[in-house]
């Protein structure tokens, strides 16, 4: 394993002072417990925005904290849960009399930790579930993963909080957002966790994982390495079959790189998704291509679609200014 470390243990820590001293002009780090919010407090009446989850996704979600998504996120260890008192003392900070609105990725330590914080708080309070990986089945027993679509969510619904919306209003417009969001991943190499020192699963070089989430476990199938043309087309089908996108509907197209594929693939896989829709007649109005939601040095990439109306275009070309987003100001 080749990193730059110091030291296992103090990597997180020794991070996220970087990140918060890298941005100070926005955000700042709270410690004991851990929390990243936003440098101004929360203007009154706002509902406030939290998200969270386990390191090793950056820039999801420390870096989408600031104006027109989050005010505060909670970072827990690489590919663990955050804890219920980072819930707790994030809500604590941020509130400011409209309630605080949880955002929350479909993993179970996730799901749960949030829950605990959601019961000990003592004020108006609600939780949009993420689920957007199609890779796994409606019935799956857990359900579906929350994956890059995170992003998208929190993006829309941070652009309504600012505009003034209720608590109420904000977790019916996330679970819409939600449901016209679809997403699949594809592995190319493992990830190596700093704790572990090596590759969570092994991979030939003739093969590549379909299906994965982000957290460097394995996807519904290891297959041959195919074609980039190949890959897409098995992404895309089974957003589309999800989806069902009519000829003429507006969508946001995005690609997410894992962490350890270069953006001169990305923008191959974008240009090749492109074409899938474009020759159904479904029309890209919206693009983001980058890492956004990375699982460390994974190689490897994500498709994610929403299907847009006006109320959700204008909701994503509002005015943002995080660490990792930015335009409008």
């Given amino acids: 394993m080749k990193k730059f470390i110091n030291n296992v243990d103090s990597l997180l820590d020794d991070s996220l002072h970087g990140f918060a001293k890298a941005h100070a002009d926005i955000l700042q780090l709270d410690t004991q417990p ?7 407090i929360t203007k009154p009446g ?27 996120a909670c970072p827990g260890q690489i590919f663990t849960s955050p804890t219920p008192d980072q819930m707790l003392a994030a809500a604590q900070a941020v509130e400011s009399g409209a309630g ?4 929350v990725k479909n993993y179970a330590g996730d799901v749960m930790n949030f829950e605990i914080a959601a019961e000990m708080l003592d004020c108006a309070n ?31 619904l941070g652009a309504a909080a600012e505009a003034g919306q209720d608590l109420a209003t904000l977790k019916t417009l996330g ?18 966790v700093p704790a572990l020192g090596h590759p969570t699963f092994q991979l030939s070089e003739t093969e590549m994982e379909m299906g994965v989430g982000i957290h460097g476990e394995h996807g519904r199938a290891t297959l041959p390495l195919a074609s980039a043309s190949d890959i ?3 992404l895309a089908t089974a957003i589309n079959t999800e989806l069902s996108p009519a000829s003429g509907q507006s969508i ?20 090749l998704a492109a074409q899938f829709w474009e020759q159904k007649g479904v029309v890209i109005s919206r693009s983001l291509v980058g890492n956004f939601t990375t699982s460390l ?8 679609v929403t299907l847009l109306d006006d109320q959700l275009t204008a909701l994503w070309d509002a005015p943002v200014h995080t660490a990792a987003l930015r335009w409008g100001c």
């Fill in 34 to 40: 851990t929390v990243v919010r936003r440098k101004q």
């Fill in 126 to 156: 609600a939780s949009v579930l993420v689920s957007d990986d199609v890779s796994l089945p409606k019935d799956h027993s857990t359900g579906r993963r929350g994956v890059a679509g995170t992003l998208i969510i929190e993006k829309m």
């Fill in 297 to 304: 040095d994974m190689a490897g990439c994500s498709i994610t």
């Fill in 252 to 271: 946001l197209l995005h690609i997410n790189g894992f962490g350890g594929t270069p953006l001169v693939e990305l923008y191959l896989i974008y240009q």
């Fill in 232 to 234: 897409v087309k098995q």
């Fill in 175 to 192: 679970d819409k957002i939600n449901a016209v969001t679809a997403s699949m991943g594809v592995a190319l190499t493992s990830c190596t």
């Fill in 46 to 72: 706002k509902v406030a925005l939290i998200s969270g989850g386990g390191s090793g996704h950056e820039p999801l979600h420390a870096g989408f904290v600031g104006f027109g998504m989050l005010d505060a």
């Fill in 100 to 103: 605080v609105l949880f955002i």
